[in-house]
């Protein structure tokens, strides 16, 4: 909370430029050719508008979010806002740099809060489809169908079906099912799961493990490989090699002749 | 350490005499010497691959030290029966 009060004190040290002056440095910006001179005027820009960050960032302090993350978030899209800026339109720069801090803040707000981060568009499409549902719901007693909300959205009905999913958030494995018995969610996951499905670790080394087994394999000579099927007791009869099933270089022989008889 | 290893509790596998026998007999003269060594070789080449993916360097003495180990031999054969019966 030290490192803020220092924060705050030391962006009240920065000037706040009036509309001319921030436009002049703009210009400069803007016809200057070198790159010591653009950081130089971009810095200048970049202080004297910290504070209104810093004003945008109180209106989106949240419980589990700090603020000088927010600050921060919103510095990068300050630092957009000045990149992106045509002086030329005439319009005053706060009134653009504040969309952009905002959209930076939203983003990174959005992202921490939930434990499964979503992508911008689906977090925007979740707004939509919220205002919609409370449209919808304050006029009939039934919300929207996922087809209507798909087609209100623009968006496939599948992808309208998975968004509205999403906005159900996460249940915590170690959550009570219900507060009259005993148990929890991972209880009940574990009990449906059979045994024999593989953790994605196990799948993950079992899928590596064969991908360097069959390396080797295509590297042994045929010799080698009968032998190991021997010794591995691969094979219907073991006494009679010529019935072992067929090599790896034989498999590739068959495919190569048979190529060939297809020309 | 023992140069001979025995895959255990496989009814199937073949001993080193059997293996020579029948590879002898399908026109690849070899005794069980020999046929132990191919098995030994085919074990170190397995050795080698999975170490040089974990990022290992081995000696030449650590992967025989491991293509002798039972218990690697009985891994390999496991995976090796499962991708040699895909085909």
């Known amino acids: ?263 | 350490m023992s140069k001979y290893v025995t895959i255990a509790d496989d009814e199937e596998a073949e001993g080193y005499r059997s293996i020579s026998a029948i590879m002898t007999e399908a026109g690849h003269k070899m005794n069980h010497s020999s046929a132990r060594n191919y098995v030994l070789r085919a074990m170190k080449k397995f050795a080698y691959a999975i170490a040089k993916q974990e990022g290992v360097r081995l000696s030449d003495e650590r992967a025989w030290e491991i293509a002798k180990n039972p218990t690697f031999q009985k891994t390999i054969g496991e995976l090796f029966e499962q991708e040699v019966l895909r085909y």
């Open chain 1, 1 to 263: 909370m030290n490192e803020l009060k220092t924060y705050f004190k030391d962006v009240g040290k920065y000037p706040v430029l009036k509309r001319p002056a921030l436009m002049e440095l703009f210009k400069e910006l803007n016809e200057t050719d070198s790159s010591a001179a653009k950081q130089r005027l971009k810095q200048k820009i970049m202080l004297s508008n910290l504070r209104l960050v810093v004003a945008e960032a109180k209106k989106w302090k949240r419980p589990h979010v700090a603020l000088d993350d927010i600050i921060q978030e919103g510095n990068i899209g300050l630092m957009r806002a000045i990149e992106k800026f045509d002086y030329t339109r005439g319009f005053a720069f706060s009134t653009y740099a504040r969309w952009w801090i905002q959209q930076a803040m939203r983003r990174y707000v959005s992202s921490t809060t939930r434990v499964v981060r979503l992508p911008a568009h689906i977090l925007a499409a979740m707004s939509k489809a919220h205002t919609i549902c409370n449209n919808t719901a304050s006029m009939s007693q039934a919300g929207p169908s996922i087809e209507e909300l798909g087609e209100k959205l623009g968006m496939s009905h599948n992808l309208a079906r998975a968004t509205m999913a999403a906005t159900k958030g996460t249940v915590s494995l170690n959550s009570d099912i219900d507060y009259r018995s005993e148990g929890n969610v991972r209880d009940v996951l574990q009990d449906r799961l059979p045994s024999s499905v593989p953790t994605p670790d196990e799948f993950m080394l079992d899928g590596e493990m064969r991908e360097i087994i069959r390396g080797v394999i295509s590297k042994l000579s045929d010799k080698e490989e009968k032998i190991l099927r021997l010794r591995f007791g691969i094979t219907d009869d073991p006494k009679d090699h010529t019935k072992h099933p067929i090599t790896y270089n034989e498999l590739e022989e068959l495919k190569k002749r048979s190529e060939q008889e297809n020309k």
